[in-house]
């Protein structure tokens, strides 16, 4: 009968060595029959929850609360008020130029706008955040009434990812912008326009300045803040600067002959009458070019046509034959190619005329001073050089021709009776017959 091995002395473990908890199973490979001798111990139950503590096991799943939303990242401020009772605040909805509906802005100092079903104005719209803005209500100073200027509405973008925009420009993050009645207000890519509705005192006044004065006073403004922020500005200041130096060291160094003052010079400016004189002349056919050029053709007894070119991918050729020839005697063209509507590159094919005839004086001369002579239209038919009917599948050329026949009074114009149009419906169906059993014939003979 064999002894029973003595176990050998276990090595000893190195400083640090932590034992772990549970044993450590070896890979058994392919698993043997089951004996009384290889079945492990089946684990003991799990503690109750009465009596477990934390990181003494695993422990059953227990239902929990659900979580609240989050609250906004926002802290009213000490001037937040209520709107008046009455002020009748709210804001219109509009989609497509569609009114959807109103909220009604009251009982509350503050609303929340965002995605989330909690906020005060809720938006499902993806590019919207949960917590997007504020509209912010801002009490009177004095406290007495809604009378002071800065008592009203307050717009305040959360940092938002994709932004909230006030009359299309976009508010700057964590700033409160004031918002007046009549404002428009859109959160994200949100097509849905929010219209700020309220008493008459909160509307925005009216400025004294026209459409053209705005727009001329905002790029002023816009080309000096580029100008601050390249800092040209200061570039400039240096070369002035320079200059004064280096005339103070001429002045110095060389001899003036008692003439030095008189023999500055300043810089050369321009004419500002010349320069007014000059808009005036642009004037004239810068505000409407179409018209312009249109009562040039009309003195010239000629007809416009604008002829068109599509490009693709939304461009457009203009072109006008103007009744001018150039030096070489070749009749001068106007070419514009535009990317944008149809409608825009007449515009601007008409402006780019009346810039080439205004170059050589012809726009504002009388129709007597012209070299060139009217066209007779009935020596030639009514057909202009350039038609060719051959060509001509739309039937361009035949509808010019009969518009210059009309002008001419060649034909008269009689409008449409029942008995009319009762007769060009017969015409037409008759044709419609003949093309049918011709058809039918060419089909018969073929077979």
């Given at each position: 009968?064999?002894?029973?091995?003595?176990?050998?002395?276990?090595?000893?473990?190195?400083?640090?060595?932590?034992?772990?908890?549970?044993?450590?199973?070896?890979?058994?490979?392919?698993?043997?029959?089951?004996?009384?001798?290889?079945?492990?111990?089946?684990?003991?139950?799990?503690?109750?929850?009465?009596?477990?503590?934390?990181?003494?096991?695993?422990?059953?799943p227990s239902s929990r609360?659900?979580?609240?939303?989050?609250?906004?990242?926002?802290?009213?401020?000490?001037?937040?008020?209520?709107?008046?009772?009455?002020?009748?605040?709210?804001?219109?909805?509009?989609?497509?130029?569609?009114?959807?509906?109103?909220?009604?802005?009251?009982?509350?100092?503050?609303?929340?706008?965002?995605?989330?079903?909690?906020?005060?104005?809720?938006?499902?719209?993806?590019?919207?955040?949960?917590?997007?803005?504020?509209?912010?209500?801002?009490?009177?100073?004095?406290?007495?009434?809604?009378?002071?200027?800065?008592?009203?509405?307050?717009?305040?973008?959360?940092?938002?990812?994709?932004?909230?925009?006030?009359?299309?420009?976009?508010?700057?993050?964590?700033?409160?912008?004031?918002?007046?009645?009549?404002?428009?207000?859109?959160?994200?890519?949100?097509?849905?326009?929010?219209?700020?509705?309220?008493?008459?005192?909160?509307?925005?006044?009216?400025?004294?300045?026209?459409?053209?004065?705005?727009?001329?006073?905002?790029k002023q403004q816009q080309?000096?803040?580029?100008?601050?922020?390249?800092?040209?500005?200061?570039?400039?200041?240096?070369?002035?600067?320079?200059?004064?130096?280096?005339?103070?060291?001429?002045?110095?160094?060389?001899?003036?002959?008692?003439?030095?003052?008189?023999?500055?010079?300043?810089?050369?400016?321009?004419?500002?009458?010349?320069?007014?004189?000059?808009?005036?002349?642009?004037?004239?056919?810068?505000?409407?070019?179409?018209?312009?050029?249109?009562?040039?053709?009309?003195?010239?007894?000629?007809?416009?046509?604008?002829?068109?070119?599509?490009?693709?991918?939304?461009?457009?050729?203009?072109?006008?034959?103007?009744?001018?020839?150039?030096?070489?005697?070749?009749?001068?063209?106007?070419?514009?190619?535009?990317?944008?509507?149809?409608?825009?590159?007449?515009?601007?094919?008409?402006?780019?005329?009346?810039?080439?005839?205004?170059?050589?004086?012809?726009?504002?001369?009388?129709?007597?001073?012209?070299?060139?002579?009217?066209?007779?239209?009935?020596?030639?038919?009514?057909?202009?050089?350039?038609?060719?009917?051959?060509?001509?599948?739309?039937?361009?050329?035949?509808?010019?021709?009969?518009?210059?026949?009309?002008?001419?009074?060649?034909?008269e114009e009689k409008p449409?009776?029942?008995?009319?149009?009762?007769?060009?419906?017969?015409?037409?169906?008759?044709?419609?017959?003949?093309?049918?059993?011709?058809?039918?014939?060419?089909?018969?003979?073929?077979?």
């Amino acid at each position: 009968m064999a002894e029973p091995m003595e176990p050998e002395p276990a090595a000893a473990e190195p400083a640090g060595f932590k034992r772990p908890s549970c044993p450590l199973l070896a890979d058994p490979g392919p698993s043997p029959a089951p004996s009384s001798s290889s079945v492990l111990p089946a684990p003991s139950p799990p503690p109750s929850s009465s009596s477990s503590r934390p990181g003494s096991g695993p422990q059953p799943p227990s239902s929990r609360p659900a979580a609240s939303p989050a609250a906004p990242r926002y802290e009213e401020p000490s001037w937040g008020r209520r709107p008046p009772a009455g002020a009748g605040y709210g804001l219109e909805v509009l989609k497509g130029g569609v009114a959807l509906g109103s909220v009604r802005l009251e009982d509350s100092s503050w609303f929340l706008v965002g995605r989330l079903p909690g906020c005060a104005l809720s938006l499902e719209h993806p590019s919207v955040s949960r917590h997007h803005a504020v509209l912010q209500y801002r009490g009177a100073r004095d406290g007495s009434g809604d009378t002071d200027d800065v008592a009203g509405f307050y717009v305040y973008d959360l940092g938002s990812t994709h932004g909230t925009f006030l009359n299309k420009a976009r508010v700057p993050p964590r700033t409160y912008c004031r918002v007046r009645v009549g404002h428009g207000l859109r959160f994200g890519g949100s097509s849905r326009l929010f219209l700020l509705q309220g008493p008459e005192e909160d509307q925005e006044s009216e400025s004294e300045l026209t459409v053209t004065q705005l727009k001329a006073l905002r790029k002023q403004q816009q080309a000096k803040l580029e100008k601050t922020m390249l800092g040209e500005d200061s570039d400039e200041e240096d070369e002035k600067e320079e200059r004064s130096s280096e005339r103070s060291q001429n002045s110095d160094m060389s001899c003036s002959w008692g003439m030095g003052e008189d023999a500055e010079e300043d810089e050369v400016e321009e004419n500002p009458i010349a320069i007014d004189f000059q808009d005036v002349q642009d004037a004239f056919y810068m505000k409407d070019p179409r018209k312009a050029l249109q009562g040039f053709f009309e003195r010239e007894g000629e007809e416009l046509e604008y002829e068109y070119d599509d490009r693709g991918h939304n461009s457009w050729l203009c072109r006008i034959k103007l009744p001018v020839d150039d030096a070489s005697g070749k009749q001068l063209v106007a070419e514009v190619l535009h990317s944008g509507k149809k409608k825009e590159a007449m515009i601007q094919c008409a402006l780019e005329a009346c810039r080439l005839l205004d170059a050589r004086g012809v726009l504002r001369q009388e129709a007597v001073s012209r070299k060139r002579k009217s066209k007779n239209w009935e020596d030639e038919d009514f057909y202009d050089s350039d038609d060719d009917t051959f060509l001509d599948r739309t039937g361009a050329v035949e509808k010019k021709r009969l518009n210059r026949m009309k002008k001419a009074g060649k034909i008269e114009e009689k409008p449409e009776t029942y008995d009319s149009l009762v007769r060009k419906l017969n015409e037409a169906e008759n044709e419609l017959s003949e093309i049918t059993e011709k058809l039918k014939a060419s089909g018969k003979g073929k077979a």
